[in-house]
Every structure is written in C-alpha cells, then in structure tokens.
C-alpha cells in the first residue's frame, strides 16, 4: 500500500530522523562497514517484518550495504510514514502505513512474501508462519524472529513443521538485559507520560507479566515513585516479582486498588471480557506486547454502551454499568504508538544481534539444525564485546 500524499519535505523528514538515530547506533554502522567490504548478502533478498522506524530504518541500510535486496512491512499502528517514505527512496521496497490494520498487515505479509525471500526477519511470526502454510520453502535458508510473542508462536503452534533455522533473538541475554528490560521499561514510561500527559508518582498500576520486559516496566514505574502491583500465573515468575519487592496478586484480586493496567504477555487474552466490568471507573488499559490481542479489545468494544476518541491517542468506552475505561494507542505497543519506541543503543544491540544472525544463518547454512534456536555464542560474544568497547569499558 503506498502512502498518499508524500512529499519531498515527508522525505527529508524521515532522512534527518533515521540520521540523527544512525549517530548513535555504533555497532551497525560497524556492521555495515563490514557487509559493504564482504557483501555476504549479495544475490539474496530478504523479507523483513519489523516497526518500521529510524532505528530499523539503520538496520535496512546496513542489510543493502552487504548486497541484500531488502522488502519490509511493519506492524500494525507502529510505522512512521516519514521513514517509510525516505526507505523508499533509497531503493528499498516498503509495504504499508501507520493507518494500517491487522487485514491491511496481513495483506502486506503477502506482498514480501511474493518476493521469493531467501532469508526472513520476523516479529512476530507473522512471515514464517505464513510462508511455511502458504508458500514453497526450498529455497528459504532461514530466518531470525524477534519477539517473545513470536518465539511462543513458533514453538507452541509450529514447532516441529518449521523445515528452516530460525534464530530466536529474544532468546538472546543480551536482548534480555539491555533491550528488554531496560528499553522497554524507560520507553513504555514515555509512551505513558506523552499519551496521558499524568503524574507517576502514587499512582496505582498493575504489570501483568513478569518476564524481562514485566520487569523492567515494574522497576521503572517503582523507581519514579508508582505503586505497583504485579499479577503472574507462573509462580517461577511470580516468586521472582516478590523478591524483587513487589506484592503479587490474582487479577481478580487487583479491581479496586488499579488506576492502569500494562500488559505484557506475550501472550493472547491475558485481560478477558468479564473484567473489563470490574475495573474502576477511569481505568486505564495500556499494552506492552508485541499484539493488541493481549487484551479482548474486540468484547470491549462490542459490549460498550458509547466510545468517544479523547485524543489522538486515547479512546473512552462507557460500559453499560456507567463506568469509563480509557485505552491507549488502540491497544498497539505504547512505547512505539505512543512515542518513539526503545533508545537507538539499545536497539542497536538488539538489531545488530538480528544482522550478525543473518550473516551466520548464510555462512554456516549447511550445519544448522531446522526450527527455533538460540542466537549462537558466538555472536552474542562478539556483540556483546563491541558494545563494552562503545561504552568506553573493558575486561
């Protein structure tokens, strides 16, 4: 789908934004440097579905550098259309905008997938998915997937028909640590403070999962003076949030105390339609995941008595009860539909895992077992060495 109405000036817009985020994103560049003296990608395209934004914007360049064709589309309420627009005039093939919705994303799956790609990045399982039910796979080498929403879908619903190496990044401790945890609590906070313009300190929320991203957000919140509750049904996890100081409840047991529910899964309904009746008047209700489906947004608003679009970025639903509950960014990540999504150097951590993954999918393709796996030692040694050396320490 192509963006109506670009101008020069959209152009230059996406230009000068995906420069500003390449100053700070030293790994890739590194990278680039690299792909443009080898061109390991030469001869081969790759079909990416990712947020398409300044920082994955670096990343496309640095896969062009290295001779890969590169066609992308990104997710649904995420894609800035600027960067789109500048993508495009640097050669590479884009599908999709910011007013997309998930059958205009789906149907952008398809038009990457029409390009026969050698190699695929995913974010959300969405491309390998489809291409494994719906495509020829021979001439696939394989793919990275980013997410942990991706990785559970691969595993739980794909597992053993996946007939390609698909590198899990989110299984990365290095995406762990860095992007997860510290990207996702900071920006989530943005994406809350841009989009409510509300004080955090008192203010009541409930994290709803505990994994690397969970914590991140909880510890965040806490540290800017938020009381937070955090619910988890697995009690490795759970056991994990109250040693770390948080209290650690049942969501049925979390009505009358939450002014803001974050969900952060990975999973769907982890919010279901009998609780949205239960909550507080003037609740808030955010997600964090990589899908809406986190929450069941098509019962809420079915079964509300009137919605009215507050702001650009916040819905109301008045429910037959009379109470209102707000939703943000139409349920879609708040840091990146919110706001500008994870720091650039996290990120470039993050990206630079999925470039260097790629590479080594291409290198080492005849010894690879098929299905998900781990990011290689390796590769998460070497990135992790260069970032200590961008950060100005050593060991």
């Known amino acids: 789908m192509t963006i109506k109405n670009t101008t020069q000036e959209h152009i230059e817009e996406g230009k000068r934004s995906i420069h500003w985020t390449e100053m700070h994103m030293p790994l890739l560049g590194e990278l680039k440097s ?12 790759i079909g990416i579905c990712i947020h398409v934004e300044p920082k994955t914007a670096v990343l496309c360049r640095t896969l062009q550098a290295g001779g890969a064709n590169v066609v992308l589309t990104g997710s649904p309420g995420t894609t800035k259309d600027a960067v789109t627009a500048a993508l495009r005039e640097e050669g590479i093939t884009v599908y999709g905008q910011r007013a997309d ?42 793919g990275t997937e980013e997410t942990t929403t991706g990785a559970n ?29 510290h990207g996702v609590g900071q920006t989530i906070i943005e994406g809350f403070m841009r989009t409510t313009n509300l004080i955090l300190p008192t203010r009541r929320f409930v994290i709803v999962g505990y994994g ?14 938020s009381q937070v509750v955090v619910v988890e049904t697995d009690p490795i ?3 994990e949030a109250a040693l770390d100081g948080f209290r650690v409840a049942r969501l049925e047991d979390t009505f009358a105390f939450a002014q803001v529910y974050i969900t952060v899964t990975g999973r769907p309904n982890a919010i279901l339609k009998e609780h949205f009746n239960q909550m507080n008047d003037g609740t808030i209700l955010a ?3 990589h899908f809406s489906w986190e929450m069941d947004l098509e019962s809420l608003r079915q079964d509300a008595e009137h919605a009215e679009q507050l702001t650009a970025d916040i819905e109301q639903f ?12 139409q349920g879609e990540m708040l840091n ?16 630079s895992l999925q470039a260097a993954s790629l590479h080594y999918l291409v290198k080492q393709r005849q010894h690879l077992t098929l299905g998900p796996q781990p990011v290689p030692h390796s590769v998460n040694n070497t990135i992790a060495g260069q970032m200590l050396k961008h950060l100005s320490y050593k060991i």
Do not use: W
């Open 34 to 45: 690299q792909f443009a003296k080898e061109l390991p990608f030469a001869g081969l395209t």
């Open 101 to 142: 919705r998930r059958n205009e994303h789906l149907h952008n799956i398809h038009s990457v997938l029409r390009h026969h790609p050698h190699l695929l990045m995913d974010n959300g399982a969405d491309l390998a998915r489809t291409f494994i039910q719906q495509y020829d796979t021979h001439s696939l080498i394989g």
């Open 153 to 181: 879908l691969l595993r739980e619903e794909t597992g053993e028909n996946i007939p390609f190496p698909i590198i899990v990044i989110n299984d990365s401790p290095l995406k762990r640590i860095m992007e997860n945890e």
């Open 212 to 225: 690397t991203c969970g914590r991140g957000i909880a510890r965040y919140l806490r540290n800017l003076g």
């Open 237 to 239: 996890a759970g056991l």
């Open 287 to 289: 997600n964090a995941g």
């Open 318 to 329: 008045t429910l037959a009860n009379g109470r209102r509950l707000m939703l943000l960014t």
């Open 336 to 351: 990146l539909a919110g706001g500008s999504g994870n720091p650039a150097e996290t990120m470039d951590l993050g990206l």
